[in-house]
DNA sequence: AATAATTGCGCG
DNA sequence: AAAGCGCGCAATTATT
């Protein structure tokens, strides 16, 4: 069991915080969870005496609850435990034997249309509405504590379990300081591609130049003077009018069409969509100051990803990542994961076949080196298909050849396919599990069981279990996917930590967090992140960025031959192609 | 008038 | 050129 290997070197202290009145109480427990030391403290100075300087880690109900007050103070923590986050691992993991006193705990739930994130300002007021409805009682802090401590202690197997519990909380520290530090954000650079593509910036409620002129060519093409634009069954009809008999207005759809209304309809759609999502509204409300500051959420994926909340945080056109611009004196590293997913598909099931294809080397153009398939773009349409489960078109005629060539990462898909079509739970490599079927899923499936069950009971049944087969397929990939990137993620932000700050009276580090006056991570978008550095330390940051993916390969896969190599670049901006 | 569902499109 | 996973958001229409 690789995962085992990364146990600490010494056993933790534990330093619950926790709320009363309008007092922090803070508990310091020892490796085996017996109460050493209870003090209270101001709440708005909960950390001093803080614990930076021993091995202790921070336990508290919520990140976003705790950790903005002290970042506001300019205090870093290094490590904590995350009991909301927790409990929604636990709850579900099959790993743990006895979930039930877990799942008992309701009041650990967060609740749905309940955000667990807020706007940063708000975070900073303990009473505000805000508050996330987790419990800040002391003992109540201390009981959950205990409970998922026994749960994973009785799990089938606790490493993995604490690696993937320690990981998602770093990922929750980390999502809290980028959201302080932001992602440098050039208005001027964004101002002007706006006005490129879609002309100088309007008065509110008129039409920017370049898309009222591409709508009136839309409407000559069309004939009609006042036809809308906007309104998809307006459009819809307007096509039809013309002769154009599509079914959707969407792109690749209108593309099939030959018609003098298709090309300049298209275009406008762009240019509204970039209007609507990233235009000068988006720029005042998401990049004022200079940063764009996006809300993650982490865990907020069924899968383990990481959600956002507000400023569409992880859309960001490509076409704009020029604007994402390095401070004077300071550079960006920029990095992305190349396949991330049939790589931690290849380890995950030990295909030596497969991880052959993918060492040093484009994953796609090994397979097509291995002549399973012709050329690259076929190699990743067969791979896409056979990860989220394709069965028709070119994606998946091709998938059967790659079962034939790496039947042991295929048996892996596949099985949990299998498992999610007959209702199963399937679990990701460090033991996130997915959810139970749902009850309205478990009466089709009975209902189409009965004896007088129509055909149509049967097909609808048919469809929704391949339906969730394609959805636990894909759940084990992308989910262990997640779990290494918070392992690189972890372990970058512990080596960034090491490097020394920036001399305040030589460089530029502006107001802002402690943390971002060196280098830091400013970005994180499933495989890809965004270092933002005093350019003096971007060479050793690019070393340090390679490393963390590499002490996460061996993390997660111990000595399996897989490797994750990076797409690097140190530069001004974070332009992509 | 407020809320829900639909459509389309941006990202991995 | 295209149909198969996971998201969030805006604009519009449909429902209450």
Same mark, same amino acid.
């Given at each position: 069991?690789?995962?085992?290997?990364?146990?600490?070197?010494?056993?933790?202290?534990?330093?619950?915080?926790? !709320?009363?009145?309008?007092?922090?109480?803070?508990?310091?427990?020892?490796?085996?969870?017996?109460?050493?030391?209870?003090?209270?403290?101001?709440?708005?100075?909960?950390?001093?005496?803080?614990?930076?300087?021993?091995?202790?880690?921070?336990?508290?109900?919520?990140t976003n609850?705790?950790?903005?007050?002290?970042?506001?103070?300019?205090?870093?923590?290094?490590?904590?435990?995350d009991?909301r986050l927790?409990?929604a691992i636990?709850?579900?993991?099959?790993?743990?034997?006895?979930?039930?006193?877990?799942?008992?705990?309701?009041?650990?739930?967060t609740?749905a249309?309940?955000p667990a994130v807020?706007? +940063?300002?708000?975070?900073?007021?303990?009473?505000?509405?805000?508050?996330t409805?987790?419990?800040?009682?002391?003992?109540?802090?201390?009981?959950?504590?205990?409970?998922?401590?026994?749960?994973?202690?009785?799990?089938?197997?606790?490493?993995?379990?604490?690696?993937?519990?320690?990981?998602e909380?770093?990922g929750a520290?980390?999502a809290?300081?980028?959201?302080?530090?932001?992602?440098?954000?050039?208005?001027?650079?964004?101002?002007?591609?706006?006005?490129?593509?879609?002309?100088?910036?309007?008065?509110?409620?008129?039409?920017?130049?370049?898309?009222?002129?591409?709508?009136?060519?839309?409407?000559?093409?069309?004939?009609?003077?006042?036809?809308?634009?906007?309104?998809?069954?307006?459009?819809? @009809?307007?096509?039809?009018?013309?002769?154009?008999?599509?079914?959707?207005?969407?792109?690749?759809?209108?593309?099939?069409?030959?018609?003098?209304?298709?090309?300049?309809?298209?275009?406008? !759609?762009?240019?509204?969509?970039?209007?609507?999502?990233?235009?000068?509204?988006?720029?005042?409300?998401?990049?004022?100051?200079?940063?764009?500051?996006p809300v993650y959420v982490p865990g907020g994926v069924v899968t383990g990803r990481w959600a956002s909340s507000g400023?569409?945080a992880l859309?960001?056109?490509?076409?704009?990542?020029?604007?994402?611009? +390095?401070?004077?004196?300071?550079?960006?590293?920029?990095?992305?994961?190349?396949?991330?997913?049939?790589?931690?598909?290849?380890?995950?099931?030990?295909?030596?076949?497969?991880?052959?294809?993918?060492?040093?080397?484009?994953?796609? &153009?090994?397979?097509?080196?291995?002549?399973?398939?012709?050329?690259?773009? &076929?190699?990743?349409?067969?791979?896409?298909?056979?990860?989220?489960?394709?069965?028709?078109?070119?994606?998946?005629?091709?998938?059967?050849?790659?079962?034939?060539?790496?039947?042991?990462?295929?048996?892996?898909?596949?099985?949990?396919?299998?498992?999610?079509?007959?209702?199963?739970?399937?679990?990701?490599?460090?033991?996130r599990?997915?959810?139970?079927?749902?009850?309205?899923?478990?009466?089709?499936?009975?209902?189409?069981?009965?004896?007088?069950?129509?055909? +149509?009971?049967?097909?609808?049944?048919?469809?929704?279990?391949?339906?969730?087969?394609?959805?636990?397929?894909?759940?084990?990939?992308q989910g262990?996917?997640a779990?290494?990137?918070l392992?690189?993620?972890?372990?970058?932000?512990?080596?960034?930590?090491?490097?020394?700050?920036?001399?305040?009276?030589?460089?530029?580090?502006?107001?802002?967090?402690? $943390?971002?006056? @060196?280098?830091?991570?400013?970005?994180f978008l499933h495989?890809?992140?965004?270092?933002?550095?005093?350019?003096?330390?971007?060479?050793?940051?690019?070393?340090?960025? @390679?490393?963390?993916?590499?002490?996460?390969? @061996?993390?997660? $896969?111990?000595?399996?031959?897989?490797?994750?190599?990076?797409?690097?670049?140190?530069?001004?901006?974070?332009? !992509?192609?």
């Open positions: 069991m690789t995962a085992s290997s990364a146990e600490a070197p010494s056993p933790p202290r534990w330093r619950l915080v926790a !709320k009363v009145e309008s007092h922090a109480i803070v508990t310091t427990l020892n490796a085996d969870l017996e109460v050493e030391h209870v003090e209270s403290r101001p709440l708005d100075s909960w950390w001093h005496g803080g614990i930076d300087g021993d091995d202790a880690r921070w336990v508290w109900s919520d609850r705790w950790y903005p007050r002290a970042l506001g103070a300019e205090v870093a923590i290094s490590r904590c435990y009991l927790g409990h636990l709850r579900d993991s099959a790993l743990v034997r006895d979930a039930t006193p877990v799942r008992a705990a309701t009041q650990w739930e609740v249309d309940e807020a706007a +940063a300002p708000a975070l900073f007021e303990w009473d505000a509405p805000v508050a409805g987790i419990p800040d009682d002391p003992d109540e802090v201390l009981a959950e504590f205990v409970r998922q401590k026994q749960a994973v202690r009785a799990s089938t197997d606790p490493a993995r379990l604490r690696l993937l519990l320690a990981a909380s770093a520290l980390l809290t300081e980028m959201n302080a530090a932001g992602l440098p954000w050039d208005r001027a650079a964004h101002e002007s591609l706006l006005e490129d593509l879609l002309g100088p910036r309007p008065t509110p409620g008129e039409l920017p130049a370049k898309v009222s002129a591409l709508a009136a060519t839309v409407r000559e093409a069309l004939g009609d003077a006042s036809a809308s634009l906007d309104s998809q069954p307006k459009l819809l @009809r307007s096509l039809h009018r013309v002769g154009i008999p599509a079914e959707s207005t969407n792109r690749w759809e209108l593309g099939e069409y030959d018609h003098p209304v298709i090309a300049p309809l298209i275009a406008y !759609k762009k240019l509204t969509r970039l209007m609507s999502a990233n235009g000068w509204a988006w720029l005042d409300e998401w990049a004022a100051n200079g940063r764009f500051r400023g569409g859309q960001i056109p490509r076409h704009l990542r020029r604007a994402v611009r +390095a401070d004077p004196g300071w550079r960006l590293v920029v990095a992305d994961v190349a396949q991330l997913e049939p790589r931690i598909l290849a380890a995950m099931a030990s295909d030596e076949a497969l991880a052959a294809a993918a060492r040093d080397r484009d994953l796609y &153009e090994g397979i097509v080196a291995s002549g399973v398939v012709n050329s690259r773009q &076929e190699a990743k349409i067969a791979v896409l298909g056979a990860m989220y489960g394709a069965t028709t078109g070119d994606s998946g005629r091709l998938v059967p050849a790659l079962r034939r060539a790496y039947p042991r990462a295929m048996g892996l898909v596949d099985a949990a396919a299998a498992t999610g079509e007959q209702g199963g739970v399937v679990s990701t490599w460090l033991g599990s997915s959810p139970g079927a749902s009850t309205g899923w478990r009466d089709v499936q009975a209902a189409a069981a009965l004896p007088d069950a129509t055909e +149509a009971d049967r097909t609808r049944a048919r469809r929704s279990a391949r339906d969730r087969g394609r959805f636990t397929r894909n759940f084990v990939v262990t996917a779990e290494w990137a392992a690189w993620l972890a372990d970058l932000r512990r080596r960034l930590a090491s490097l020394p700050p920036v001399d305040e009276a030589a460089s530029a580090p502006r107001s802002g967090p402690v $943390f971002a006056r @060196r280098a830091h991570l400013a970005f495989d890809e992140i965004i270092v933002h550095t005093p350019a003096a330390h971007a060479d050793a940051v690019a070393n340090h960025v @390679r490393q963390a993916a590499d002490a996460a390969a @061996r993390l997660l $896969f111990g000595d399996f031959a897989i490797d994750f190599p990076l797409d690097l670049r140190i530069a001004d901006d974070a332009a !992509k192609d």
